[in-house]
């Protein structure tokens, strides 16, 4: 009997794979920005597009939706994020949860994966809302909690925990590189991990 590992399945894995999985990127936009209150600005803008860029490596679909542009009531998503995210079609609506929105669900549907990695802000309302939705209609949600931010520490906090209650898997920046990437023998991807690893560490603190 080979004690070789056979391969797994990259679609039915039930950890994450560039294969199983897409990113949803809810609200970076310069007023949800400057009002977090659980982090530095400029770490949230450091961390969001370093996750952007994960999933550009990957090759992950990418749903990308923003509020009240449209209405000129808000602005687009901040400059940085939008250069990595060029190619991506931006949903701008008016909902708070975004799961109420036909067009961005229809996007989400169109990814055909159930492994959602959803970054959102407000984490009490921009990313619990649609992240409670989405499991409600069989997705696994995997906020990424070092790219998210609330109001305050106390909402940012109390909604981490409200949605890991309802079945999220919470997940880390460099847990999130390192899962994708899983095989050094992966070497179409093996340089760009090294180096999103290295930024990882120096924009999360390891």
Sequence with gaps: MSNVAQPRNPQTDHLLTPENAALVVIDYQ????HSVGSARASDIINNIVLVARTAKTFDLPVVLTTVNVATTRNQDTIPPLREVLSDVESIDRTTMNSWEDP?????VERTGRKKLIMCALWTEVCLAFPAIDAMR???EVYPVVDA???TSLLAHETALRRIEQQGAQLITIPQLICELQ???ARDETVREFSDLMFEARAF???
Excluded: C, L
Excluded at 103 to 107: C, S
């Design 30 to 33: 310069p007023t949800q920005i």
């Design 103 to 107: 067009a961005f669900v229809a996007a």
């Design 137 to 139: 209609e069989g997705y």
């Design 148 to 150: 998210v931010g609330g």
């Design 182 to 184: 899983r095989d050094w």
């Design 204 to 206: 999360v603190g390891m």
